[in-house]
Each structure stands twice: as C-alpha cells, then as structure tokens.
C-alpha cells in the first residue's frame, strides 16, 4: 500500500517562489512514474510535471522554464520547485505516483498566487 503526503503549498505573490513535497509512504518498489498534477476551480485537472523512471521528465509548456521537478529516493520525496509564479498558477497540486498498473494520488495541496 502506498499512501502520499502533500506539504508546502501556500500563499505567494506573483513572481515569488514556493517547494511542494510529496512523501511516499510504504515501498517505492516498482514506482515508474511520480508526478505532479493541478486543478484550478472551474477547469479539469492537468499535468504540471512528471519524471519517468528511467525515461524522461515532461513539464507542461506553461510551466517550462519556471518549475522544475525532483526526486530524493533515500527521503522517499518528490519535489516540485516552482519559481517566478504567476496568478494563473493558482490551484489545487496534486501529487501522483504510478506503481505498476495502480495510480496513487495525494490530498492535494492549495498554491495560491496573489497579483
């Protein structure tokens, strides 16, 4: 069983910078993908970053540049560094981690970015 731990969202003003980490509890074993997803209200939810074990790390195009995804496998932790954010950053981030055929996601936590 995997469980997820969001922690680092907040309050920021444009421009400024904000870490979110996910901690993975339970084994990593297995993990190929460990990610970072968002939700702003009114609108779906939408990838913002993901590392493929072994593979590649893709980033939204809104976020290239600015966010930059990471992983500490000693901490069982993902981070999502974001930097020069921006109002239409605001949102609900969602941590998700895939381990063989089953998703996992966190609780997700609140980014809000004041103009």
């Known amino acids: 069983q995997v469980q997820l731990v969001e922690s680092g969202g907040g309050l920021v003003q444009a421009g400024g910078s904000l870490r979110v980490s996910c901690a993975v509890s339970?084994?990593?074993?297995?993990?190929?993908?460990m990610g970072w997803y968002r939700q702003a209200p009114g609108k779906p939810r939408e990838l913002v970053a993901r590392?493929?074990?072994?593979?590649?790390?893709n980033y939204a195009d809104s976020v290239k540049g600015r966010f930059t995804i990471s992983r500490d496998n000693a901490k069982k932790t993902v981070y999502l560094q974001m930097n020069s954010l921006k109002p239409e950053d605001t949102a609900v981030y969602y941590c998700?981690?895939?381990?063989?055929?089953?998703?996992?996601w966190g609780q997700g936590t609140q980014v809000t970015v004041s103009s």
């Open positions: 590392i493929t074990i072994g593979g590649p790390i």
């Open positions: 339970g084994s990593i074993f297995g993990i190929n993908v």
């Open positions: 998700l981690i895939v381990r063989g055929p089953q998703d996992y």
